[in-house]
């Protein structure tokens, strides 16, 4: 887990390991770096929070605290939980994952962050760029999520498209995992 990410808490002996297979598990592996580093994660009807008053006290928070960036978890409030028997550790530690499907989420998540950030310097749309790649917009998108169904592949060959060296893959390569590839 990079150091500026936010840690994972759960509840030490009463949450297991998620019964799932090793794709499943990469699949939430993804999904859980990007919300670690602050990134929003579509979910269904994100846009509604529901009628409850709770829900949207929450949205309005989350929203303040990411815009406020106080996405790190203060080491008082660490200690506090885990001396309540609260467990805080990394996506690779709650997932059970090895070594190996650690780091390739963490490359698949830094090959994303990295799209996005090149298509948005270089002022271009997702369309413009699924344009390049013979590819859609909505796969673009997917792209950028670290969704499930897209390759490696795919990502690099979006990133040359887009005008990537290979110095530039490398150096994105080398940083994954740690705060800047964030």
């Not at 963490?106 to 994303?112: F, G, I, N, T």
């Not at 796969?139 to 969704?147: P, Q």
């Amino acid at each position: 887990m990079a150091p500026a990410s936010k840690p994972l808490v759960w509840l030490a002996g009463e949450i297991k390991t998620p019964p799932f297979g090793v794709m499943a598990r990469r699949e939430v592996g993804f999904l859980l770096r990007m919300i670690q580093d602050g990134e929003s994660v579509g979910m269904p009807r994100e846009d509604d929070p529901g009628d409850s008053e709770v829900g949207r006290r929450y949205v309005q928070a989350e929203t303040r605290a990411v815009s406020q960036g106080s996405r790190l978890m203060k080491k008082t409030t660490k200690a506090k939980l885990k001396a309540a028997g609260w467990k805080v550790g990394t996506v690779a530690g709650f997932l059970d994952l090895s070594k190996e499907d650690e780091a390739f989420v963490e490359l698949k998540v830094a090959l994303a962050k990295a799209l996005r950030r090149r298509r948005e310097a270089k002022g271009l749309t997702q369309s413009q760029v699924a344009a390049l790649v013979g590819s859609s917009q909505p796969r673009v998108a997917f792209m950028e999520a670290s969704e499930a169904s897209v390759s490696l592949d795919l990502l690099v060959r979006t990133l040359l498209a887009t005008g990537a060296s290979l110095q530039e893959l490398a150096g994105v390569i080398r940083s994954a995992g740690r705060p800047s590839a964030a």
